[in-house]
């Protein structure tokens, strides 16, 4: 299909206003936004074919998590998805269902509402950018299914018994200075997604690398004992 790349450059351009917007004119930004998305072809079929079979209402409460007090919100991994969610988010933002600074402040918490919706437009908005543009540049798939691999679940009583220690990690990772913490926030949300989604595998890939991350630092020396034999004790670790 022969593409001039205008709507792109519409998109990445309507992406911008909002990221710089003022708070006062979020709305007509996003507006401005979907406007672009509903307008162009391109998008309007990658969007078709990324929400074939797509549960709104499933994957939203996937990507909700919370540990603790704090609200934590995870992209999807899959392309497909992370694009359909983000776009069906936008709308809901746009309807009035949900109020998009509120979601910012809740997920994204910052000094300020312009702080927590900037660190918002650059966690959400711009990887759903990126995402829809490969797919028009680079093509998308037609929602072909394919079969993977079977995940074992672990047991239901394994994510009630890490609460507890999950917040400790957290706790103590907010304690370091913010450039000196690298990854070490973003693996604990992701051992807490892996126990929220009970995939065995995962759980033994994160852990393994959260506990020699921590080792290293000297950090949290007792959650990591409890966390390996709460692990044995669930038959995920050996």
């Given at each position: 299909?022969?593409?001039?790349?205008?709507?792109?450059?519409?998109?990445v351009c309507?992406?911008?206003?909002?990221?710089?917007?003022?708070?006062?004119?979020v709305?007509l930004?996003?507006?401005a936004?979907?406007?672009?998305?509903a307008?162009y072809?391109?998008?309007?079929?990658?969007?078709?074919?990324c929400?074939r079979?797509?549960?709104?209402?499933?994957?939203?409460?996937?990507?909700?998590?919370?540990?603790?007090?704090?609200?934590v919100?995870?992209?999807?991994?899959?392309?497909?998805t992370?694009?359909a969610l983000?776009?069906?988010?936008?709308?809901?933002?746009?309807?009035?269902?949900?109020?998009?600074?509120?979601?910012?402040?809740?997920?994204f918490?910052?000094?300020s509402?312009q702080?927590?919706f900037?660190?918002?437009?650059?966690?959400?908005?711009?990887?759903?950018?990126?995402?829809?543009v490969?797919?028009?540049?680079e093509?998308?798939d037609?929602?072909?299914?394919?079969?993977?691999?079977?995940?074992?679940l672990?047991?239901?009583?394994?994510?009630?018994?890490?609460e507890h220690?999950?917040?400790?990690?957290?706790?103590?990772?907010k304690?370091?200075a913010?450039d000196?913490?690298?990854?070490?926030?973003?693996?604990?949300?992701?051992?807490?997604?892996?126990?929220?989604a009970r995939?065995?595998?995962?759980?033994?890939?994160v852990?393994?690398g959260?506990?020699l991350?921590?080792?290293?630092?000297?950090?949290c020396?007792?959650?990591v004992?409890?966390?390996?034999?709460?692990?044995?004790?669930?038959?995920i670790a050996?």
């Amino acid at each position: 299909m022969a593409y001039s790349g205008e709507g792109v450059n519409a998109l990445v351009c309507a992406v911008d206003d909002l990221e710089k917007s003022t708070l006062i004119y979020v709305d007509l930004r996003l507006r401005a936004l979907l406007k672009c998305l509903a307008y162009y072809e391109e998008f309007k079929n990658v969007l078709a074919i990324c929400y074939r079979g797509f549960d709104y209402e499933a994957e939203k409460a996937r990507a909700l998590g919370k540990i603790g007090d704090s609200f934590v919100f995870r992209l999807p991994k899959e392309q497909k998805t992370l694009v359909a969610l983000v776009s069906r988010m936008l709308v809901e933002f746009d309807s009035g269902d949900s109020d998009i600074l509120s979601f910012a402040v809740a997920y994204f918490p910052g000094e300020s509402k312009q702080e927590s919706f900037s660190a918002f437009c650059d966690k959400v908005v711009e990887p759903f950018k990126r995402a829809l543009v490969d797919f028009v540049w680079e093509g998308i798939d037609d929602g072909t299914q394919h079969i993977g691999r079977v995940a074992e679940l672990a047991p239901n009583g394994l994510r009630p018994q890490t609460e507890h220690l999950l917040i400790s990690m957290m706790n103590a990772v907010k304690d370091i200075a913010p450039d000196n913490r690298g990854d070490l926030p973003m693996m604990i949300e992701g051992l807490a997604a892996a126990l929220d989604a009970r995939d065995t595998l995962m759980i033994k890939c994160v852990w393994q690398g959260l506990r020699l991350m921590l080792s290293d630092r000297k950090l949290c020396e007792k959650d990591v004992r409890e966390m390996d034999e709460v692990m044995r004790l669930y038959l995920i670790a050996k």
